[in-house]
């Protein structure tokens, strides 16, 4: 089953092009107006602007997710309505933000056991106690002050660290997408938002099931970034961002939704 919704997934951007070249212009215009916006200096009035720009951006946003849930969900939602379009933006921008903090504030309490902190500890003792002034120095030059263990400790350290991150990272910002169906079904961001509801999901979906369905898609995204990278002799890099963003929006939409919605299937 996975395979097939990878596949049906993947080639879902390409079969709804029109769809997805609209969702690419308007990821086009949010990056130009972030990019404009703060290239700006003007002073006092800065707040405002900023206010102004960021209700702009969750109102594209609300409408290329409006596009994508009527693309994918069949929903009928209206494509241009202001209110509901902003809304819209704002309640994606909640749910991607609580599992990205979600995700960073559990990265940063396994600083601990993966023994980020102690290593951390050990070469600040070791400063302190030879009394090396880091005041004036670059990293470059503390770290041949420091013994090659400590270092060689921390950057094995960091690595597991860095690796149980992504991980977390991953799966958490794939729960924001089973808290955007959520939200289509129930119309509660509370809902959304409720770690017990998507972990009945996923386990009416199974775990392998699951580890595969993101693994598969991870692999899937990582190739596609490194493809659009490989056209930056002939793209912008404002085009190949918006092309990528386009298609992890279709493509895991259409993911996510197959694979719940099927969650009870053989």
Request: aromatic residues 12%.
């Amino acid at each position: 089953m996975v395979k097939n919704i990878i596949k049906e997934s993947f080639l879902k951007p390409f079969r709804e092009y029109k769809t997805f070249i609209f969702v690419i212009g308007l990821a086009v215009i949010c990056d130009v107006i972030s990019h404009e916006f703060y290239s700006l200096h003007i002073g006092r009035w800065s707040l405002p602007l900023m206010i102004a720009t960021s209700l702009v951006i969750l109102m594209i946003v609300g409408i290329m997710l409006s596009h994508v849930n009527r693309t994918v969900y069949k929903t009928d939602v209206e494509y241009f309505n202001v209110k509901d379009n902003v809304m819209e933006g704002l309640k994606e921008y909640i749910i991607n933000l609580y599992y990205v903090v979600l995700s960073s504030l559990l990265s940063l309490l396994f600083t601990i056991p993966t023994g980020v902190y102690t290593k951390l500890t050990h070469i600040q003792d070791y400063v302190l106690s030879n009394d090396i002034s880091t005041t004036f120095l670059t990293l470059h030059e503390l770290s041949e002050s420091i013994p090659i263990n400590l270092q060689v400790d921390l950057v094995h350290s960091l690595q597991i660290n860095l690796i149980f991150g992504m991980l977390m990272a991953i799966t958490l910002i794939s729960f924001g997408f089973i808290g955007r169906i959520i939200l289509i079904k129930t119309g509660s961001l509370k809902e959304a938002l409720n770690l017990r509801n998507v972990y009945n999901i996923i386990k009416e979906i199974g775990y392998m099931r699951y580890i595969q369905f993101i693994l598969a898609s991870s692999v899937i995204i990582i190739v596609m970034f490194n493809i659009l990278i490989s056209l930056k002799f002939f793209l912008s890099d404002i085009l190949i961002s918006a092309i990528f963003e386009a298609f992890i929006l279709i493509f895991a939409t259409n993911g996510f939704y197959l694979i719940v919605s099927k969650r009870n299937s053989d």
